[in-house]
């Protein structure tokens, strides 16, 4: 049984990963990521949060909810359970499909599976949302991150590691507020615009990821990262959980948003695989 699921996980990993034609080279070869994650599963580091009663919404939102509708011995001798659930597309681990911000842009179920996959840059300015939690990942950040590791590859899927995961789930550190409906007392870090400019169009990356509850930093009033990275058709993946153990380069990144026709956006279950 563990063989076959780990045969299948090959074969779902490797179909993917070969989809991505934007990925090249070692760095991203699906048959050696998909043979790492299998052989050793220590290798594939879960990026999602459960979801729960704590799991973080936008102030604006209910909660998640699930709640079984059968659990136990049945008059058939057989145990069984089942259950509902009822979320808002936004919270806990999601992707934002670009129809989010975007009145033309892809919805959920448009966005090709191309898009789901790809090398991760993990961008750090922890250090400096330490002790600002308005902080946002600068241009400079990228520069800095390229001295050292190399440009952003082609079809990177950027992550903003701003050390917020540490809050998880504490609403109020974690938001800035736990007030229902406090939207205009929200911080948190996030993506500059300046930075997203950058990424769209100096290099070729295929998604932004961050380990807050946006990629706009919560203080901001008319969201500009999401208009402009949504608005190019592009989509994000917000409330990153375990960033702290991605290494800054070469792992691979998997997000699997549930498939909502429509979709302004979806929960997902996001993980990495470790070179
Ligand atoms: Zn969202």
């Known amino acids: 049984m563990v063989r076959a699921a780990a045969a299948a996980m090959t074969v779902l990993l490797v179909v993917i990963a070969a989809g991505n034609a ?22 594939i580091i879960d990026l999602t949060y459960s979801f729960d009663a704590s799991t973080i919404y936008w102030p604006t939102e209910g909660g998640f909810e699930h709640k079984f509708e059968l ?29 989010h911000f975007n009145r033309n842009g892809m919805s959920v ?51 903003g590691r701003s050390g917020w995961g540490r809050f998880w789930p504490d609403k109020k550190h974690y938001l800035g507020s736990d007030k229902p409906g406090a939207v205009a007392h929200l911080h948190f870090p996030g993506f500059s615009p300046e930075a997203v400019k950058f990424l769209l169009t100096e290099r070729n990356v295929m998604a932004l990821a961050i380990d807050t509850a946006s990629l706009d930093p919560g203080n901001s009033r008319d969201f500009p990262v999401h208009r402009m990275w949504l608005g190019a058709n592009r989509v994000g993946f917000e409330n990153l959980a375990n960033a702290d153990k991605l290494p800054f380069s070469g ?15 979806a929960p997902a279950r996001i993980f990495a695989v470790l070179p």
């Open 71 to 99: 659990f136990g011995i049945q008059p058939g001798g057989y145990f069984y359970s089942s259950a509902r659930f009822a979320a808002a597309e936004h919270g806990g681990t999601h992707m934002d499909a670009p129809l």
């Open 109 to 159: 179920d448009q966005v090709p599976m191309s898009y789901f996959v790809g090398p991760a840059v993990v961008i750090d300015f922890s250090a400096r949302s330490l002790n600002y939690p308005d902080a946002t990942m600068t241009v400079e950040d990228i520069h800095a991150y390229e001295r050292t590791h190399g440009e952003v590859p082609s079809g990177a899927i950027v992550v």
């Open 251 to 265: 792992a691979t990144i998997f997000c699997i948003p549930m498939k909502i026709d429509k979709g302004t956006g």
């Open 22 to 43: 934007r990925a090249q080279g070692e760095l991203f070869n699906p048959v050696r990521i998909a043979g790492a994650a299998t052989s050793d599963p220590s290798k």
